[in-house]
């Protein structure tokens, strides 16, 4: 399974790194970009800052990543302000973004990169009641790019000060998260072709965990949700995965809940849902 959970520096670069890091001041950002930009040229890869923030802080990290200009004009950086890479071509829509980076990844491996780093701060999107929610659908649709996908990894920064429900729809959404004063409850994640839900899920969080799999991509056959870090789950949260995979039985699309906590197995005849929302419980 992908790394995931709480972190607290910025993890040693990889392959299919998808991290949201919550910083509080400049300094914080400064550290992080600097630490995720080196460690994807070390790796190879292709970098691009999104965002005036990122890019600021890219321009004060200069000499201790070899150069700003000479690693824009050699093709190695590309530096874009917010609206250029997230509202160009119009209102804000996730299967857009998901284009836009897919035709970056491929262009960087095509050049001869390893892969494409993203070291982005779309706090802006967060903010905005408007766009927020298309802005976590996006993070998780983007995390199943990252899971499949060419060779993209990203660094996803975020303002702390952002209202609560903000940090917690884009925290939830990522497999590894720095938010020491909130951390999510649950994350919900890829690994390779299926679903993974880590945490508790409460009443709190089923509301959040039913948004998140509503905006989920499926493409027909079976969906696997992968349960095996769920510690709790309570009446809302089980109710709230058996709205889903009622939803998608509507398509045919069969769901295989795996390693499901005892808990949840018998919870689901209980609460009648396997009349409901039939599905099938597997071990891994």
Sequence with gaps: MRVH???????????????????????ELDAAVLASARGGLGRG???LAVGERVVAAVHRAGGALGGVDALVADGTLRLLPLQDAYAGAG???AGRQRQFYDRATRAARAEGYRGLRVLADVSPLAADPAT???LARWEHVADEYIAQGPGMSALCAYDATLPAAAVDAVTAVHPQVHAPS?????????????????GDVDLVGAERLSRVLAGSPVEGGTRTLDLSGLGFADVAGC????????SLAGSGVRVELRDAPPLVRRAWPLLGFDRWAPVVFTSA
């Excluded at 607290?8 to 300094?27: K, S």
Aim: proline share 9%; aromatic share 12%; hydrophobic share 40%.
């Design 132 to 134: 927020r929610a298309e």
């Design 239 to 246: 109710r709230a995965i058996a709205r889903w995979v009622r």
């Design 91 to 93: 209102s804000f829509d």
């Design 182 to 198: 909130a951390p999510p409850a649950f994350r919900a994640f890829f690994d390779r072709d299926r679903v993974v839900v880590a």
């Design 5 to 27: 959970g709480s972190v607290r520096t910025v993890p040693p670069p990889r392959a299919r790194d998808h991290v949201c890091w919550l910083y509080r001041d400049g300094d």
């Design 45 to 47: 890869e292709r970098l």
